[in-house]
């Protein structure tokens, strides 16, 4: 199989498909790989690294896309690259659909595969292709939310450990999974007082013990959030329904009782954002203020790191990755049920339950598309 890894495009999105060693792996398995030229410069792949791992450089991203039998990314194509898919090709990268239905309808309209590694599973029920950048954006969340606190930045003035006779910064965690459990652990290192909300009590108890009771755990509540917000400083948007758009559960009205000054990350941005008044930033320009609380919403939090994140990403997807090459897209998705789960899209098919409701769209079953 030839596989293309063409440079991302997003704004500041400096990961790369792909790494030299990846890369080094589908060619011992006797795949072909094309890269386009630079792809990974910026965070350290030199094109030297990719050409003596055995891939071929490719100055044009159109010829990449011509050429590759599946196409390798980082982010969702934008729609230049989602006009450039074609039917018998797939797309193998995050989509985040549910909230996107642009890069939805063009999609379909390609005729193309594509697997979302966002809904990818495993037998344990977990995501273990959005965990890793789950974990890098749960723990910059609160790199982020601290910096932004700095008066400068416009936030309250407040450290988020405070010092000796002053106390520490209130940090609100609402959702306990991944990000959640990242985050808690950056601001209760930090020195913050940490309170983590989550709608599962078994869940609770592991976050009680993981912590030790070093860490506030609460159920879940509208009467908790409103609450909980309040008093705090900075609040963490760690909520995740796999495929689906995200709850909105910090609302208009909540912020309005909240301090002057306060932050309020959200990670669940790529899916649509659980806070109400969230929309889409960038890196270039990561903040806004409603109702005097300072908003953090970048869509691609983990492209900040782009070397920890490509590397921590690539040892996720690569052993996925190459049974799509090794057998093929169709034999590998209905030998694996956990990698047919990433199946959102299929020759013009929504094959992924959550898209379709969030966008009206038919159902088709994965398996179903897949053997028609």
Do not use: W
């Not at 199989?1 to 790369?16: A, D, S, T």
């Not at 932050?263 to 899916?271: E, K, P, R, S």
């Not at 209905?334 to 990433?342: A, D, K, R, S």
Request: hydrophobic share 40%; charged share 20%.
């Amino acid at each position: 199989m030839l596989i293309g890894v063409p440079k991302e495009i997003k704004n500041h999105e400096y990961r790369v498909g792909l790494t030299p060693a990846a890369v080094k792996e589908f060619i011992a398995h006797g795949h072909d790989v094309i890269v386009q030229t630079n792809a990974g410069t910026s965070i350290g792949f030199s094109d030297d690294q990719y050409i003596s791992a055995g891939a071929q450089m490719i100055a044009s991203p159109e010829e990449i896309f011509a050429r590759a039998d599946m196409i390798v990314k980082v982010k969702e194509p934008q729609p230049n690259e989602c006009k450039m898919l074609r039917k018998g090709q797939t797309l193998y990268t995050y989509l985040h659909l549910a909230p996107d239905p642009v890069q939805t309808e063009l999609l379909i309209a390609s005729g193309a595969t594509c697997i979302a590694y966002e809904t990818v599973t495993d037998a344990r029920g977990g995501l273990p292709l959005l965990a890793p950048m789950s974990e890098v954006a749960g723990r910059m969340s609160i790199q982020a939310g601290a910096h932004h606190l700095e008066k400068a930045q416009g936030g309250s003035g407040t450290l988020l450990g405070g010092v000796p006779g002053v106390a520490p910064a209130e940090v609100l965690v609402i959702g306990g999974g991944v990000v959640g459990t990242q985050a808690a652990k950056m601001a209760r290192g930090m020195g913050a007082d940490v309170t983590i909300l989550d709608r599962s009590i078994p869940r609770l108890r592991e976050l009680d013990d993981i912590f030790g009771g070093t860490v506030k755990t609460v159920y879940s509540t509208v009467d908790a959030i409103e609450q909980y917000s309040k008093q705090a400083d900075l609040v963490i948007g760690a909520v995740l329904i796999p495929g689906a758009a995200a709850p909105k559960l910090l609302t208009r009205e909540h912020l309005k009782n909240m301090k002057d000054g306060a932050v309020v990350v959200d990670v669940a941005i790529d899916q649509g954002g659980c806070f109400e008044t969230s929309k889409a930033t960038t890196h270039q320009e990561p903040t806004y203020v409603v109702d005097g609380v300072v908003h953090y919403c970048v869509a691609n939090m983990p492209g900040g790191v782009a070397r920890t994140s490509t590397m921590a990403l690539n040892n996720a997807t690569l052993p996925f990755g190459l049974a799509l090459a090794n057998k093929g897209p169709k034999q590998a998705m209905l030998e694996n049920p956990h990698l047919l789960n990433g199946l959102n899209v299929h020759e013009g098919k929504v094959t992924y339950q959550a898209v379709s409701d969030a966008l009206g769209y038919e159902y088709v079953a994965p398996e179903v598309a897949l053997q028609a």
